[in-house]
Nanobody, 121 residues
């Protein structure tokens, strides 16, 4: 099986920075897209940022210019550098990988368990 584990969450003051990491372990042949989502209390889960296998990135408008997503494909890892954090960034952050477990398998999505980010005003 495949496991995704996030780390790096915590409590930070507004204007501060955090760096989230997510690593995939287990039966991973190739990872296509790596994504970060977040879900605030009472709200739907939303896409924050993604990076393709080719290195193209895309961001939610609310985080453009403040967050940077990057990946280390050799390590099956994705990072989210979050700067100039705001109280409205408070949420549980999840990583999602779209990947192949074997060369002959169909690709599918795997999710991490989430890491809490709390930004105080």
């Amino acid at each position: 099986q495949v496991q995704l584990v996030e780390s790096g969450g915590g409590l930070v003051q507004a204007g501060g920075s955090l760096r989230l990491s997510c690593v995939a372990s287990g039966n991973v042949f190739s990872v296509y897209t790596m994504e970060w989502y977040r879900q605030a209390p009472g709200k739907q889960r939303e896409l924050v940022a993604l990076v393709t296998r080719g290195g193209s990135t895309n961001y939610a408008d609310s985080v453009k210019g403040r967050f940077t997503i990057s990946r280390d494909s050799a390590k099956n890892m994705v990072y989210l550098q979050m700067n100039s954090l705001k109280p409205e960034d408070t949420a549980v952050y999840y990583c999602k990988f779209h990947l192949l477990q074997t060369m002959s398998a169909s690709s599918r999505d795997f999710w991490g368990q989430g890491t809490q980010v709390t930004v105080s005003s």
